[in-house]
């Protein structure tokens, strides 16, 4: 809070003792922000508050593809008989080449590090993946040494749509909840990021309603919204609750995430992965073990732990107890502890 100032032998009059009043005000109102389902606070205080948590999510906008359509060229494989996909919201795709395109040919999609591509779960989704109906984030890579110029598509999050409908018109965002409650509507808690772009918006609603969704569709689809899992199409639209100007996007398609390969214990995995809890501690799933020269274990949240894989050892430096560490071979002469 401020404190009183004396200037020569002049002391603060009512322009400080209001602003003191005012900064108070603010922070009983910003404890208010977090506590229960029903103390929102108008937009003016709600908005500064998730001004600071916009930069979160910037990280999570970038390389979002879909497909476009189906390779039907008749040549060998892989040089034909893949499929063609775009980077969402942007007219044009960099393709591996250095080229702007409408889209940009890969030979096949690679699930390997979220999941299995023999599990019915990932069949499914690769089946609605290459039909246009769902989203990977992801990069190019080269399809082998063998194959120069062709490259596959290396799935690092997988985003279904439960309705079975390829991208419709409007923008694709990736919105979180930010878990902030309000005192009185409108309450500017949902966090909203521009695929593939820098726009960050906050936003007081998501109507699922012009989807036509089902309940057990949209009861699924805000569950994952407070997860920070949720991938909504359409536009923003202003609408006023009680004499505010609020932002409500309505939807006219929606994606959830398809989580990695469910597990009870590691047995339940290959011998590339171990079980692990996911975001939100909700189930676990089958995750690869890092490999050497890869981060390792440190003080996190379960859902970010890395384990190393059979044969390395998790060397940390013993000055940073909390810190990661780097997954090396445990005959390699190094200590486990880097700092010892």
Known sequence: ????????????????????????????????ARVG??????????????????????????????????????????????????????????????????DCYVSDL???????????????????????TALVRGDFAPVSENFTGIYKLVATEAWISPLGLKSTKGDIWRFTDTGIRCIAAPCFSLHAVLLNGRKVKAFSGVDLQVTNASADMDVRAHQQLSD????????????????????????????????????????????????????????????????LGESCEGATLPWFFERCAPGLTCGRNADFPGANGECIEKDSGLRAHVGD
Not at 58 to 81: H, I, K, N, Q, W
Not at 246 to 272: G, I, K, M, P, Q
Request: charged share 20%; hydrophobic share 35%.
């Open 228 to 291: 920070h899992n949720l991938i909504v199409t359409g536009r923003k639209t202003r609408v006023k609750v009680n004499g505010v100007r609020a932002h409500v996007f309505r939807a006219t398609n929606f994606y959830t995430r398809v989580l990695t390969d469910s597990c009870t214990v590691d047995s339940d995995c290959d011998e590339t992965a171990w079980c692990r809890t996911v975001l939100g501690g909700v189930e676990s799933a089958c995750t690869r073990f890092a490999q």
């Open 1 to 32: 809070l401020a404190q009183g100032i004396t200037i020569g032998n002049e002391t603060p009059q009512k322009p400080l003792i209001m602003a003191r009043i005012l900064s108070m005000l603010f922070c009983h109102l910003a404890l208010f």
């Open 110 to 132: 690679d699930v390997a590090e979220i999941g299995s591509s023999g599990s019915e779960k990932f069949q499914h989704f690769i089946s609605q993946f290459t039909n246009g």
């Open 37 to 102: 389902n029903s103390f929102p606070l108008r937009k003016s205080v709600s908005a500064l508050v998730l001004n600071a948590t916009l930069e979160e999510g910037r990280p999570d906008s970038a390389t979002y593809f879909e497909v476009t359509r189906p390779d039907l060229r008749r040549c060998v494989a892989p040089m034909c008989g893949g499929f063609y996909i775009r980077r969402v919201n942007w007219p044009k795709t960099r393709c591996p080449n250095g080229r702007n395109a409408k």
